[in-house]
């Protein structure tokens, strides 16, 4: 038992900073007893000009991961780490100047941006979240703050900048990826513990700084900047300069989205400040999991993006995913859905090999999520928490009028059952693929949904019209009890 405590004591010790973090927001003061924060939220409430309402509706996202790390795939000095293949420079202990060494070998002769694009098209997503620069400093545009670049590999040409090109003639937003935590250069720190870490740190965010600007400045047509690697000490002592960063982009940038990540308020307080308001555009914790859609409706609130993995926990490129489990497309289009579902969005994964080609698994879930785009995607851009309480068959999402009702188990009893707040009646219920189906009310605010005739083997959704009706009368009696 004592074991068992002292385990407990340990573990909250040693995971309580990183929860902490992503625990919901504290409860709301009322106004007046608020503190005054000098880099707390902006503002309070969503965000509701164009681009804000273009990030939302986009709905459906991929994220690139690709650097370095490709190119050992997970394995170093003959041995395979199970840990993310992005983070093997840390696993396997290899220094700075030894890594960025695997620069010479970077040659992806396979890479063809108009590719990659047009597999983002079929895909379905409507923007691609690209890692500029990764924990290991290495930077996919030819930045002049350093020359760990593209520039100077074999490869030599601005990744980024085709990227950007591609991506942007499919009509698909860029979003930039940047890790603040860079380990490449000597200058940054875990903590502030000297007058010698606060000049290295000072000289370190004026360098992030400049490529922040360098980047804004070469790619103007980037939509958002989703930042990473800000979790340190460091960091959470300069909360100022997470706020001076979001202010820098959006000035650079009119309409700029950024990510909760990015921040820390004057107390360290990340994502959410001190008095419980997000800070960023959308709120950026939910990685690899996702809310409850029972219990943390409170995520409807404010905007949030959901990102994902294929495998457990690989972002990289790892050449071994037998050593986790791999999600199968249903799954992954279940997890869309569900952030859908509760306002959110959805961000899928791939981490693209040194050679600049997809690995197969990829290119057939991309391909799978895409055909079933294609069929309904109706119900996922440009939709919303649809306000109706979840049912065991799958998940809501609403645009207006029409709720749609996205089938992932299906009853025995044949029937579907939607509940209603009060007032809200469905009038016609249709499958995308246009058969009509029977509703039948059954008790106060109760509906009977029946299962369409023709069903394929996949998640199907019915597209219910609802009302408003007025003075609503109740035809059912409640128990006496
Ligand atoms: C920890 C960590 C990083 N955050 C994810 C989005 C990946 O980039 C991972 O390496």
């Not at 983002?120 to 930045?143: D, N, Q």
């Not at 029937?415 to 016609?428: A, H, M, N, S």
């Amino acid at each position: 038992m004592r074991n068992q405590v002292l385990a407990f004591a340990f573990c909250s010790l040693i995971c309580g900073s990183t929860f902490a973090q992503q625990k919901s927001p504290q409860r709301m003061l009322p106004a007046e007893q608020e503190m005054t924060l000098q880099y707390g939220a902006d503002r309070l409430g969503k965000r509701h000009d164009a681009a804000m309402e273009r990030f939302r509706d986009n709905r459906l996202g991929a994220f690139i991961h690709w650097g370095l790390y490709a190119i050992p795939g997970g394995e170093w000095n003959g041995k395979v780490y199970n840990g993310a293949a992005e983070w093997l420079k840390s696993w396997a202990k290899v220094s700075a100047d030894e890594w960025l060494k695997l620069m010479d070998q970077w040659n992806p002769e396979k890479f063809d941006a108009k590719k990659w694009a047009r597999m983002a098209k079929e895909m379905g997503v409507k923007y691609v979240k690209i890692t500029t620069k990764h924990h290991e400093g290495f930077c996919l545009w030819p930045s002049k703050y350093t020359k760990y670049t593209v520039a100077n590999t074999p490869y030599k040409k601005d990744i980024l900048g085709e990227l950007v090109d591609a991506y942007n003639k499919e009509g698909i937003d860029v979003h930039f990826y940047f890790s603040v935590m860079d380990w490449s250069n000597p200058d940054y720190r875990y903590d502030i513990k000297t007058k010698e870490d606060e000049e290295a740190f000072r000289r370190f965010l004026e360098f992030t700084d400049n490529q922040l600007k360098e980047l804004a400045t070469r790619y103007p047509t980037v939509k958002d900047f989703w930042f990473d690697g800000t979790w340190d000490a460091s960091i959470k002592k300069n909360g100022w300069w997470t706020a001076h960063v979001e202010r820098m982009l959006k000035e650079l940038l009119p309409g700029v989205t950024i990510n909760s990540r990015l921040r820390a308020d004057d107390y360290g307080k990340r994502h959410f400040d001190s008095n419980g308001h997000l800070m960023g555009d959308y709120e950026s914790g939910y990685e690899r999991r996702l809310p409850d859609p029972v219990k943390d409706l409170k995520v409807t609130k404010w905007d949030w993006e959901a990102c994902m993995t294929i495998p457990e926990n690989q972002w990289g490129y790892h050449k071994d995913w037998s050593l986790s489990y791999v999600k199968n497309p249903v799954e992954v289009l279940q997890r869309i859905v569900h952030s859908v579902s509760m306002g959110g969005n959805m961000v899928v994964n791939f981490g693209p090999q040194a050679d600049g080609d997809f690995r197969p698994e990829e290119k057939v879930l991309a391909e799978a999520i895409g055909r079933w785009m294609k069929k309904n995607g109706e119900c996922i851009y440009g939709c919303d928490y649809a306000g109706l309480e979840k049912q065991d068959w799958g998940y809501y999402t609403r645009k207006g009028n029409d709720v749609y009702m996205v089938v992932f188990n299906l009853p025995f009893s044949k029937w579907l059952t939607v509940k209603t707040p009060r007032g809200l009646k469905p009038v016609e219920a249709v499958t995308l693929d246009g058969q009509k189906v029977k509703v039948v009310e059954t008790t106060n605010n109760e509906y009977n949904v029946a299962v369409p005739e023709k069903v394929a083997g996949e998640p199907f959704v019915i597209k219910l019209k609802v009302e408003t009706v007025e003075g609503a009368v109740d035809k059912y009696k409640a128990a006496l009890t």
